[in-house]
């Protein structure tokens, strides 16, 4: 008989091995190592286990194996905690624009031919400006649908007239960037449009997947030790990314973030398995 796991929602479904192992190997382990672990878990868990437990019991033998493996493993998950008012999400992304070469600012408010617009995230690098539209989703398993990207489309059309109208000759473009995926919709309508769109693993070679492996941009939610609490208190200190850690002591965790002794020397562990210095200064 085989076994039920619980969903976030709620309902069952039956376990699968073959979709565990799947999801370790997309995080990039390779297929031996990827069906060591997912053998171990299997035996683990019973019927009525919820996803989280196995995401937290896989993330456990990955991570003495390979911390960086189990950070990736984490990753989609770890966005989509980066809640649960968007705010942190908005600034990850802005940070992720910077750590590309951009000057980035939040929350910025620009004029169009029509009416005031709030951007997320205005990028800009020389004459090119992105606006950064960032929809952040609780669950990651949800798509973007093609009214978000419509919207998005018609505030670029209108603060590109008001930006012509006053004789800005920079270059407006807009980007939409989820932690989730597109439909197929979204993905037809674009083709057609002035419009960039970055989701989990969309275009396939600048993609947030591919960017955060490739530059370590990692957010603090994928730290193992990382609390709720330690969580909120760097959201006020506009801490969002693992790198922003890495020159912390434990004793800095204890007195700036009231953090327990015990905790914040795991925390200093965790962050220097993932950060390397040479990804710092970045």
């Known amino acids: 008989m085989s076994k039920k796991i619980i969903k976030k929602n709620g309902s069952q479904e039956p376990f699968s091995a073959e979709k565990l ?34 995401f937290n019991i896989t993330r456990k033998y990955l991570k003495p194996i390979d911390p960086e493996l189990a950070a990736l493993y984490s990753l989609e998950r770890g966005l989509s905690s980066l809640g649960p ?25 620009l004029h169009g031919e029509a009416v005031e617009h709030e951007i997320d995230v205005m990028a800009q690098k020389g004459n090119v400006v992105f606006l950064v539209e960032a929809k952040y989703k609780n669950d990651f398993r949800t798509k973007t649908h093609i009214d978000k990207v419509m919207y998005a489309d018609a505030r670029l059309v209108d603060i590109r007239k008001k930006a012509q109208l006053n004789g800005d000759t920079r270059e407006y473009y807009m980007w939409m960037v989820t932690n989730t995926q597109f439909t197929q919709n979204s993905l037809n309508y674009i083709e057609h449009r002035d419009l960039q769109l970055m989701g989990w693993d969309y275009p396939k070679f600048i993609n947030l997947k591919k960017i955060v492996r490739e530059k370590k941009l990692y957010p603090v939610t ?49 962050v220097h398995e993932l950060i390397h210095p040479e990804f710092v200064s970045l």
């Not at 990039?28 to 989280?52: F, H, N, R, W, Y």
């Not at 590309?100 to 408010?109: E, I, T």
């Not at 994928?222 to 004793?251: C, G, I, R």
């Open 21 to 54: 192992c799947n999801s370790i190997v997309a995080a990039g382990a390779p297929t031996s190592l990827a069906t060591q672990v997912c053998d171990i878990v299997s035996e683990k868990i019973s019927s009525g286990t919820s996803t989280e437990k196995i």
């Open 85 to 109: 008012s968007g705010f942190l999400f908005e600034h990850f992304v802005s940070e992720l624009f910077r750590k590309m070469g951009y000057f980035s600012q939040k929350n910025v408010y």
């Open 222 to 270: 994928v730290v193992p030790s990382m609390t709720q609490s330690l969580l909120k208190k760097l959201a006020l200190n506009d801490v969002v990314l693992v790198q922003d850690l890495y020159y912390l002591e434990a004793k800095d965790f204890e007195k700036d973030y009231g953090v327990s002794e015990r905790t914040a020397k795991k925390l200093v562990k965790e």
